[in-house]
């Protein structure tokens, strides 16, 4: 089970939201805001808080947020699935952080390609990581996972840690079990070099997609085969 509402009935009523102690729960400014002016709750309206690391509990909204139930523990899911891509101009990067996150990936790793257009410098990355990450955060409260994903710092392509990686092309064997790291090039594709760097080579449809549908369909496979809907993983709680 990947969602909060998987775990306890009636509890789960309302938005979810992110703090950094579900024992003392205290909203940040911005949470706050978004949750009066944008949800229109009032004090007494039903909520979860969870702290983006397994715990999670019912309480009710106020000028101070009420526990109204015990703090329930779930397990992170397994196996970790992680999905790797090749930057993008624009918004693009950001939206696959956010699908990513929708669809369950547990780590995230952007990186520079040599066939990438984007080429920032350290101070740049660092920002849009930062920004990636607050992505990930909204979007881990509006799909109500339990778990935080990581999303690492932008490398260039030949500094990523490459163990049991697969690299998704537009001509390859069909994802087996046990793979669970996938790699999307930039629209320009793999060079030789890359391409020989990584022994495992996926397709993930028949035809061409962009970069970040590529993207996103490589976390839906993944996510989708842990969580028992398709065959090659059973069932797993958490997310």
Same mark, same amino acid.
């Given at each position: 089970?990947?969602?909060?509402?998987?775990?306890?009935?009636?509890?789960?009523?309302?938005?979810?939201?992110?703090?950094?102690?579900?024992?003392?729960?205290?909203?940040?400014?911005?949470?706050?805001?978004?949750?009066?002016?944008?949800?229109?709750?009032? #004090?007494?309206?039903?909520?979860?808080?969870?702290?983006?690391?397994?715990?999670?509990?019912?309480?009710?909204?106020?000028?101070?947020?009420?526990?109204?139930?015990?703090?329930?523990?779930?397990?992170?899911?397994?196996?970790?699935?992680?999905?790797?891509?090749?930057?993008?101009?624009?918004?693009?990067?950001?939206?696959?952080?956010?699908?990513?996150?929708?669809?369950?990936?547990?780590?995230?790793?952007?990186?520079?390609?040599?066939? #990438?257009?984007?080429?920032?410098?350290?101070?740049?990355?660092?920002?849009?990581?930062?920004?990636?990450?607050?992505?990930?955060?909204?979007?881990?409260?509006?799909?109500?996972?339990?778990?935080?994903?990581?999303?690492?710092?932008?490398?260039?392509?030949?500094?990523?840690?490459?163990?049991?990686?697969?690299?998704?092309?537009?001509?390859?064997?069909?994802?087996?079990?046990?793979?669970?790291?996938?790699?999307?090039?930039?629209?320009?594709?793999?060079?030789?070099?890359?391409?020989?760097?990584?022994?495992?080579?996926?397709?993930?449809?028949?035809?061409?997609?962009?970069?970040?549908?590529?993207?996103?369909?490589?976390?839906?496979?993944?996510?989708?085969?842990?969580?028992?809907?398709?065959?090659?993983?059973?069932?797993?709680?958490?997310?």
């Amino acid at each position: 089970m990947s969602r909060l509402e998987s775990a306890a009935g009636d509890a789960r009523s309302g938005p979810h939201v992110l703090v950094a102690d579900v024992d003392a729960p205290v909203l940040a400014g911005d949470d706050r805001h978004h949750l009066e002016r944008v949800l229109r709750l009032r #004090s007494g309206d039903p909520l979860t808080v969870g702290d983006g690391a397994g715990r999670w509990r019912p309480c009710r909204f106020s000028d101070e947020i009420e526990p109204i139930g015990e703090v329930v523990t779930v397990t992170a899911p397994s196996p970790v699935l992680a999905v790797g891509f090749a930057v993008l101009k624009g918004g693009r990067s950001e939206t696959i952080v956010q699908k990513l996150t929708e669809l369950g990936v547990d780590r995230i790793v952007p990186f520079v390609a040599e066939r #990438s257009v984007v080429r920032w410098d350290g101070a740049k990355s660092a920002r849009q990581a930062q920004r990636w990450r607050r992505v990930a955060r909204e979007a881990v409260m509006q799909c109500r996972r339990l778990w935080l994903p990581e999303v690492e710092p932008v490398q260039l392509f030949g500094e990523l840690d490459l163990g049991g990686a697969a690299l998704a092309v537009s001509e390859g064997r069909t994802l087996t079990t046990g793979e669970n790291f996938l790699l999307v090039g930039p629209e320009g594709g793999w060079t030789e070099a890359e391409l020989a760097s990584v022994d495992r080579h996926v397709c993930l449809g028949p035809h061409i997609m962009r970069a970040e549908t590529a993207a996103i369909a490589a976390a839906a496979v993944l996510g989708a085969r842990r969580s028992g809907h398709l065959p090659g993983a059973g069932t797993v709680s958490g997310s």
